[in-house]
């Protein structure tokens, strides 16, 4: 209870105000003599990944109480990616830091984080990390799957293949309604390798859950032991001090970068785990992280990638079964939250059983790494490629640029039957990066024109500095760096421009002139600044949010520092 003492002038008055009130909630000498276990409720009624924190907030306390702590819950705000305008990656950083002044403000000994939705599981250790007090995290997990006409359905790869096909005509407004009403059949996060899915399992493989807590999903009693073994296990985190800096090294980002490959998980993960390890002072090295692609097959069968879905992983035995896979590549020697190595955990973990999620390591599903850097002329900082789940006849593909210059711009000329385009064109959006959009939104997956959609085309070579979902697919570049708003050579692409994309070669040209490129930028002017530009969080945001190769954080909230992973 001494711990960040309201400042009185007096410490021990500081100490009998607050026994005071905390008495009024009806606690005991006795209870305020334990280990204190703050646990963060990050429930909302706009958030249906998170509808379960309730419970899982009290299978927590029961945990905590049994191992002899007192628990304590209290409020961060929360993100839903499909209720968070203008995006949810705008308000991650606010989430880091409401978290980690939480934590900081609050007597507690050790904390364990519950989130699920995309970008809270980023944001709750981003501001962990800073506030370096002993924490654990607790994801809700995903949804079960649903069905419709006989095929299995969920969200939300397959929310953006039903809503393809009716952007083409193949299906009607009365199935399309259909559809929608089951892609989100329980409460849980999207049950493909979306961002949620893979930050679970990323945060699992850099030691900061327990064991077996990725897959698990939301709706089943595993889930609530998995909570309660969470409460048990602060208390002791609380008495060893383990703390996020002690779990958070070099060796464990390294870790979670490589099980990011194997599963063929959400390009999201880099601008997060980037974000995280900054926190600490470690920088990601996005040259490094595509060499370590190379040596880094896809093993895991699941949508986007592939076929399956979060409840079959959990089948096929978790993040265990990958890791024996890649054991020869792991840092085994990674402290994690049980106090034991990532070597030991997984050790004793379950033996493996037949399944067909999981591949060996000797027969991928796809052999080259799931996620490509590029760079180029017209990504000097660099730029990513979800390559596995790409049309393969376009990893190299030269084609005219048709252009929007604007999230809006897209809105009114996709679709107009009169736009200039065809098959072979090149897709290009502006002003959707971290300061343009602002918050760098996943409108990267920019629709199949509607003309040609109808004729049946189902890929095309797209690029922005925007990122996209987790659960989509295509040929899609993003993370262009530097953004067009910030007068990145994406700013000066016209339409009609040629521009190649050479994924094996890892090159992105703007096939311009160095001549015709300097007279553009010399003619160049900065977006002209909106009228909620100017006050609040918004300023905030514009004037230090750093571009996505840095993670998109506050650039006043990472730790300076050389270390730099992958080491090698």
Known sequence: MRRGLTAYGDEEFSLFLRKAFIKAMGYTEDALERPIVGITNTYSGFNACHRT?????????????????????????????????????????????????????????????????DKTVPALLMGAASANVPAIMLVTGPMITADHHGERLGACTDCRRFWARFRAGEIDQQEIDAVNAKLAPSAGTCMVMGTASTMALCTEALGMMLPGGACTPAVMSERMRHAEASGARAVAMAKERLTPDRIMTPDAFEN?????????????????????????????????????????????????????????????????????????????????????????????????????????????????????????????????????????????????????????????????????????????????????????????????????????????????????????????????????????????VKNGDRIRLDVPARKLELLVSDAELKARRKAWKPPRARKEDARGYRKLFLDTVTQADRGCDFDFLAQPGTIRVPKA
């Open 256 to 492: 979670a970068l490589r099980v990011l490959l194997a599963i063929g998980g959400s390009t999201n993960a880099i601008v997060h785990l980037t974000a995280m390890a900054g926190r600490l002072g470690i920088a990601v090295d996005l040259d490094g992280f595509d060499r370590m692609g190379r040596k880094t097959p896809v093993l895991v069968d699941l949508k986007p990638t592939g076929q399956h879905y979060m409840e079959d992983l959990e089948k096929a035995g978790g993040l265990p079964t990958i890791l024996r896979e890649l054991k020869p590549l792991m840092k085994l020697n990674a402290l994690t939250v049980t106090g034991k190595t990532l070597g030991r955990n997984l050790a004793a973990a379950p033996a493996g059983w037949k399944q067909n999620v999981v591949r060996p390591f000797s027969n991928p599903i796809f052999k080259g790494g799931s996620i490509a850097v590029l760079h180029g002329n017209l990504a000097p900082g660099g730029a990513i490629i979800k390559q596995a789940a790409m049309d393969q006849r376009l990893t190299r593909h030269e084609g005219r640029a048709v252009v929007f210059e604007s999230l809006e711009d897209l809105a009114d000329r996709i679709d107009d039957p009169k736009l200039d385009v065809n098959e072979d064109d090149v897709l290009v959006m502006k002003q959707a990066g971290p300061k343009g959009a602002p918050g760098m939104p996943e409108s990267g997956y920019l629709p199949i024109p509607k003309k040609l959609a109808q004729k049946g085309v189902k890929d095309m070579v797209r690029i922005s500095d925007a990122r996209m979902s987790g659960t989509a697919f295509g040929s899609i570049v993003l993370h262009v760096t530097p953004e067009s708003a910030a007068g990145g050579p994406l700013a000066l």
């Open 53 to 117: 924190v309730p419970e899982l907030i009290e299978a927590v306390k029961r945990g905590v109480m049994l191992a002899g702590g007192l628990p304590i819950e209290f409020p961060t705000i929360t993100l839903h990616e499909s209720f968070s305008y203008p995006t949810s990656m705008y308000l991650r950083n606010l989430m880091s830091i409401d978290t980690e002044e939480m934590i900081r403000a609050q007597p507690v000994d050790a904390v364990v984080l519950i989130g699920g939705c």
